[in-house]
């Protein structure tokens, strides 16, 4: 019993060390903000999941302070500098000095797409099953085969950009995701692709941060 007891302390003291070594890395990360654009045909709907997402999953990934939504919009409006296709050095400065961050990062999705291809290994397999079977039962699940054959992927690619206050270029990278899951006909979404590549992107960012 002693024994278990000294072994618990052990590790509470060690997840303690741990804790106090993680967590002033992550507080000296900084405050960062980030944009989702899109220069592909993105529902707007979804450009707005994305850039939730994005703001989520960066504060987790770089450990970082995130602007939120209401002072990205807050910022560009006090400034009168929007996010779009073109901006210049200037344009960030004052978007990094109103919100008060070390970096700026801009998602540019460039290919949002889904596209419809045939497999006939899979048709195949399926007719291949049923060969045995009576004619009625071939007669039902030939449109089976067929529709088991098809597959959806989802593809997005983006551009990811990180500023610094002065406007310099701190690092660029690019991802591209595609989503192709089981019975993906119905369930493949170049939401969930443009989702993994925003992941991977902020993988990469947060090795520079």
């Known amino acids: 019993m002693l024994t ?3 072994r618990i302390s052990l590790w509470v003291v060690v997840g303690a060390v741990l804790l106090s070594a993680v967590v002033p890395v992550m507080g000296q990360r900084g405050r960062i903000a980030i944009f989702v654009q899109a220069a592909a045909p993105v529902p707007t709907a979804d450009l707005e999941l994305l850039q939730n997402f ?4 960066g504060a987790i990934i770089t450990g970082a302070r995130v602007s ?3 002072e990205l919009m807050q910022a560009q409006r006090a400034t009168n500098t929007y996010i779009g296709n073109t901006l210049s050095v ?3 400065r004052r978007l990094a000095n ?3 961050v070390d970096h700026i990062i801009i998602f540019r999705i460039v290919r949002w797409e889904s596209q419809l291809s045939f497999q006939p290994a899979r048709s195949l397999l399926l007719l291949g099953a049923t060969s045995f079977a009576d004619n009625s039962l071939k007669l039902l699940l030939s449109p089976l085969g067929i529709l088991l054959g098809l597959q959806k992927e989802a593809t997005v690619g983006l551009f990811a950009t990180v500023f610094s206050p002065k406007g310099d270029i701190e690092f ?3 991802a591209t995701s595609t989503d192709r899951p089981f019975l993906s006909l119905l369930t493949a979404d170049p939401l969930e692709a443009a989702k993994q590549a925003i992941d991977t992107a902020l ?3 947060a090795v520079t941060l």
């Open 4 to 6: 278990k007891v000294r």
């Open 54 to 57: 994005a703001q989520q999953h």
């Open 68 to 70: 939120s939504t209401g």
């Open 90 to 92: 200037e344009g960030i």
């Open 98 to 100: 109103a919100l008060d």
């Open 172 to 174: 660029a990278t690019s």
């Open 203 to 205: 993988y990469q960012i």
